[in-house]
């Protein structure tokens, strides 16, 4: 496609649960960011993968959240054990350099709710 | 401790007039600017960026300021048309280690250009 993919573009589930959320990036794009929108707050980064190198997880905010990329391409961000305040949109986004403006390419993004 | 902040949640301005929408930064280490724009249920789009070594770029209807003495910017859009309600989200960026850049966001002002 030409944009950012993500799925699910809503997820609903019980606390306590785990979830996968997918990301496809933009096609020859290296950079590959996972952000969070929570409800009146601005944008959460929460992890960077650029290549093969090894990921900046600076941003996440404990360890029940992990994320992966896949041959370079697809990334899956996994939260274990959903609490109420993970609550909020997902955005994954892309980009075909490293370094400069840093501008990124958005998808929809994916919004959780845990009940 | 936000990093970067949009003190006005909201702006409401006439068809044909200037908007104006301001930000501020605490962190001396951003070396570029920039400003997003979302509309609902849809991810960010890039609108325009400026370096930290200059003080204006200009792109058409928008143009964004920068004052470094003072860590501030604006986003200047004239005229302002029904179509550039939307939430606007200023950004910082910081190069990270291994390459690529993080963004840090503000909470977002609503703008509402107005018939």
């Known amino acids: 496609g030409a944009g950012v993919s993500q799925s699910p573009s809503n997820k609903v589930t019980e606390k306590g649960k785990d979830v996968e959320l997918r990301c496809d990036p933009i096609?020859?794009?290296?950079?590959l960011y996972w952000y969070r929108q929570s409800l009146g707050q601005g944008l959460e980064f929460l992890i960077y993968?650029?290549?093969?190198?090894?990921?900046?997880k600076s941003g996440l905010p404990s360890d029940r959240f992990s994320a992966e990329r896949t041959g370079g391409s697809v990334s899956t961000l996994t939260i274990q054990r959903t609490q109420q305040e993970d609550s909020a949109v997902y955005l994954c986004?892309?980009?075909?350099?490293?370094?400069?403006?840093?501008?990124?390419?958005f998808g929809e993004g994916s919004r959780l709710t845990v009940l | 401790d936000q990093q970067v902040k949009q003190n006005s949640p909201s702006l409401s301005v006439q068809e044909g007039r200037i908007s104006i929408l301001n930000c501020d930064y605490t962190?001396?280490?951003?070396?570029?600017f920039l400003w997003y724009k979302k509309y609902p249920a849809e991810g960010p789009t890039f609108l325009i960026s400026?370096?930290?070594?200059?003080d204006k770029n200009e792109d058409g209807r928008f143009t964004v300021f920068l004052n470094k003495s003072a860590k501030h910017l604006s986003l200047h859009i004239v005229p302002s048309q029904p179509g550039d309600s939307a939430v606007y989200f200023c950004?910082?960026?910081?190069?990270?280690?291994?390459?690529?850049?993080?963004?840090?966001f503000g909470t977002g002002t609503q703008l509402k250009v107005e018939l």
């Open positions: 993968f650029q290549g093969n190198s090894a990921p900046d």
């Open positions: 400026i370096s930290s070594i200059k």
């Open positions: 950004a910082a960026s910081e190069s990270l280690t291994g390459g690529g850049n993080k963004l840090t």
């Open positions: 962190n001396s280490m951003f070396d570029y």
């Open positions: 986004a892309s980009s075909s350099r490293t370094g400069g403006t840093g501008e990124l390419f």
């Open positions: 096609s020859g794009h290296t950079a």
